[in-house]
C-alpha cells in the first residue's frame, strides 16, 4: 500500500468503489447504495491529484450522473474500472 503512489492508491480504491457500483447497478439496483458510491468516488477523484486524466474524467463523469438509468451508471462505472486497468 504505502509501496505505491499516491495517484495508484486512489485509483486502486476508486477501481474497487467503480466495479461495486457496475454490479449495484446491473444487480441490485438500489438507488440509495449508488448514490453513496458514486458520491464517494466523486469526493476521492476530486483529492487525487495525480490521477491520470482519463481516470480523473471518468470518476468524474460516473459521480455526476445524478438522474442516470441503473444501465447508464453500469456503463459509466465498467468503463472507469476499465480505464483504471488498462483495458480500454
Do not use: C, W
Request: net charge neutral; glycine share 6%.
Amino acid at each position: 500500500t504505502a509501496a505505491f503512489p499516491a495517484g495508484a492508491r486512489a485509483a486502486f480504491y476508486i477501481g474497487y468503489l467503480a466495479a461495486q457500483t457496475a454490479y449495484n447497478a446491473a444487480v441490485v439496483k438500489d438507488p440509495a447504495s449508488d448514490r453513496s458510491f458514486r458520491a464517494e468516488i466523486g469526493a476521492l477523484a476530486s483529492r487525487a491529484g495525480e490521477l491520470p486524466a482519463n481516470i480523473h474524467a471518468d470518476a468524474i463523469a460516473l459521480s455526476s450522473a445524478a438522474n442516470a438509468t441503473p444501465l447508464q451508471v453500469d456503463v459509466l462505472a465498467t468503463r472507469l474500472t476499465l480505464d483504471i486497468m488498462g483495458r480500454q
